[in-house]
């Protein structure tokens, strides 16, 4: 609806002292939580109960994987910061305020500082990497999700977050996927004496 106001969620601060915020477009503080760590935790709960009470079938759902508590594991950490910007949004939004971002990589930017402000602060994923594993989850993930639909977007987070491990594994050998490595030519060498490097 035009002429509307809209506002988008933000997190400001550091990992132990952070605070969930509400902007406007321009980038003005319109309201802060104080109990945004109190919300964090509460939330943080939410979702441990919403992977692991599900914990058997999603790992029956990867048993060719051997690292399944691993994986299990990170499906909860990426999930987390999605599902607590949907509570953010439904809190707000029960206030009457409407939480709409400009474009999708507001959202994406968001949801990447709530990962690495108040879920994983260590992480040293980038955030092309954090896009590739949270895509599949993106507007898929919600609170009240069924079982079968959480399942599905666990083996697609699972997909995802080894092309992400992929991706960073090959930008840490310096791998361009959009450059490629010459071949050797040793057409400049045919028209020399053979003899000539031996001394």
């Known amino acids: ?119 994983n602060p260590n992480s040293p994923i980038n955030p092309q990497e954090f896009v590739i594993i949270v895509n599949p989850l993106i507007n898929k993930l919600h609170w009240g999700i069924s079982t079968e639909e959480l399942v599905y977007l666990f083996k697609e987070f699972v997909r995802a977050y080894y092309k992400a491990l992929d991706m960073k594994e090959k930008a840490r050998i310096g791998y361009n996927l959009n450059a490629f490595i010459m071949p050797y030519n040793p057409f400049p060498y045919n028209n020399q004496n053979q003899n000539q490097f031996l001394g």
Do not use: C, H, W
Request: proline share 3%; charged share 25%; no cysteine.
């Open 1 to 119: 609806m035009e002429g509307y106001p809209s506002f988008i969620i933000d997190v400001d601060g550091a990992p132990q002292d952070f605070r969930f915020i509400l902007r406007s477009y321009t980038g003005e503080i319109v309201n802060t939580l104080q109990n945004s760590k109190e919300i964090a935790e509460y939330v943080r709960e939410m979702v441990k109960r919403l992977i692991y009470n599900n914990y058997g079938l999603l790992s029956v759902s990867i048993n060719y994987f051997e690292d399944k508590k691993g994986l299990i594991y990170a499906f909860y950490r990426f999930a987390y910061p999605i599902l607590l910007e949907r509570y953010l949004s439904d809190l707000y939004e029960s206030r009457g305020i409407r939480i709409q971002y400009p474009d999708i990589n507001t959202y994406l930017i968001v949801l990447y500082k709530l990962y690495k402000i108040v879920e």
